[in-house]
């Protein structure tokens, strides 16, 4: 029912272009696609919509394998997975889309994972936590106009150094209109508070809603 509420919420257009950079078993990109297909019945956009608008990565091979079996099972990427086995984080995004959706991974980077600091120079700070580096990577990620809905846990409204630099970044440059305040243990541990964070690339927060 959350994820949902968050694609009924941003409201993803048959035409746009949409992308989990976390995505784990595609459960966004099932919602999203269900929110979609339901505005048209051309063929045309349908196959579109099918073939090229939806993305999503994840690291783990497991995880996208499930991911694929599941987005075929929906007539979704009939020709090749829509899945990559990738570190969203890693690289600069080659393309830039019209929404995210996204639940990031939670804690520190696993070891051996590769060090982004150095890689990244496109980030807006420079940390190591996970879900920050997953926030500015989503915001770069956006075209101008483009929208998102992002589960985060509170540490990301709250943290001082990194963090607030990027709330500084999503204030001005983005319209962060709504946050949806979880209930504990939903998507993490007990106890771990998350909020989901709507906001749209190009224009500066006059208001913010607090659900």
């Not at 694929?68 to 890693?90: R, V």
């Not at 807006?124 to 996970?130: E, K, M, R, S």
């Not at 999503?170 to 771990?192: C, E, K, M, Q, S």
């Not at 998350?194 to 927060?205: A, D, H, I, Q, Y």
Request: glycine share 8%; aromatic share 8%; net charge negative.
């Amino acid at each position: 029912p959350l994820i949902q509420a968050i694609v009924d919420c941003v409201q993803p257009q048959i035409t746009e272009s949409v992308c989990d950079p976390a995505c784990g078993t595609g459960g966004f990109l099932l919602a999203a696609h269900d929110f979609m297909s339901a505005q048209s019945s051309e063929k045309a956009k349908l196959k579109k919509l099918n073939n090229e608008l939806l993305t999503g990565n994840d690291n783990t091979a497991l995880v996208v394998t499930l991911a694929s079996m599941n987005m075929y099972l929906h007539g979704i990427g009939s020709d090749s997975t829509p899945i990559h086995k990738a570190d969203s984080l890693e690289n600069e995004p080659d393309k830039l889309v019209d929404v995210v959706l996204a639940n990031p991974p939670f804690g520190t980077r696993p070891a051996g994972s590769v060090d982004i600091s150095a890689k990244r120079t496109d980030f807006y700070a420079t940390t190591t936590n996970n879900q920050l580096n997953f926030l500015q990577h989503i915001m770069l990620l956006l075209k101008n106009g483009g929208r998102a809905g992002v589960v985060l846990p509170d540490n990301v409204l709250f943290a001082d150094g990194a963090g607030e630099v990027l709330r500084k970044k999503l204030l001005t440059d983005f319209n962060l209109h709504t946050i949806l305040r979880l209930p504990t243990g939903i998507f993490y541990a007990n106890g771990v508070k998350t909020n989901v964070l709507f906001f749209e690339k190009g224009s500066p927060t006059k208001e913010t809603w607090f659900y």
